[in-house]
Nanobody, 115 residues
Framework: QVQLVESGGGLVQPGGSLRLSCAAS????????MGWYRQAPGKQRELVAR???????KYADSVKGRFTISRDNAKNTVYLQMNSLKPEDTAVYYC?????????WGQGTQVTVSS
């Protein structure tokens, strides 16, 4: 079945950087819109960034100018470069693959921003 495996989360100090990766398997990766979502304790899951199959990107206002989403179709991988991290970025980050009526999710990776 489809697998999305996230990596790269961890503990970082405010102002620091992390790069998340999501490796996909068993999907026609280049046809899918790929996204990163996050869910903080007690909050709903929210879109962080998305890159379409046509390479159009969209960002949540809270991360614009700090986060960058990119994809490598040759490696079936989507990335999220996170700079100038803030404590409010603390959450579990999930990878999403979307194509018409199909949605797939990864297991999530924890990002904690704390001094």
């Amino acid at each position: 079945q489809v697998q999305l495996v996230e990596s790269g989360g961890g503990l970082v100090q405010p102002g620091g950087s992390l790069r998340l990766s999501c490796a996909a398997s068993r999907i026609a990766f280049s046809s899918y819109d790929m996204g990163w979502y996050r869910q903080a304790p007690g909050k709903q899951r929210e879109l962080v960034a998305r890159v379409t199959s046509g390479l159009t990107t969209k960002y949540a206002d809270s991360v614009k100018g700090r986060f960058t989403i990119s994809r490598d179709n040759a490696k079936n991988t989507v990335y999220l470069q996170m700079n100038s991290l803030k404590p409010e970025d603390t959450a579990v980050y999930y990878c999403n693959a979307h194509f018409y009526n199909s949605d797939y999710w990864g297991q999530g990776t924890q990002v904690t921003v704390s001094s």
